[in-house]
């Protein structure tokens, strides 16, 4: 599976802005799906949790009440609208595909948030 996450980028304080990721393979709608994100010098931390069929979802206490992950699995993408952004919210977000053959992640997209 390769991933590409897209629609990064510089916002201010209180800003919003959309993520994508787009899956190339066929059985996209098996996948379980996560967003990650690492911030300058930390390790990577888990943000949100999409089931294959889009039924289901959780966040990290951090995020929870501001990021919303949802999928379109006739598009082969899976999305992470982000709002009201703080700086603390800063990272490079990854997005990765889980089944039980394994895992695939994708290249990142950088969300600076500063004014």
């Known amino acids: 599976v390769q991933l590409v996450e897209s629609g990064g980028g510089l916002v201010q304080p209180g800003g919003s802005l959309r993520l994508s990721c787009a899956a190339s393979v066929f059985t996209f709608s098996n996948y379980l799906m996560r967003w990650y994100r690492q911030a300058p010098g930390k390790g990577r931390d888990w943000v949100a949790t999409i089931d294959s069929a889009g039924h289901s979802t959780n966040y990290a206490d951090s995020v929870k009440g501001r990021f919303t992950i949802s999928r379109d699995n006739a598009k082969n993408t899976m999305y992470l609208h982000l709002n009201n952004l703080n700086p603390e919210d800063t990272a490079v977000y990854f997005c990765?595909?889980?089944?039980?053959?394994?895992?695939?992640w994708g290249q990142g997209t950088q969300v600076t948030v500063s004014s």
């Open positions: 990765a595909a889980f089944r039980s053959s394994g895992d695939s």
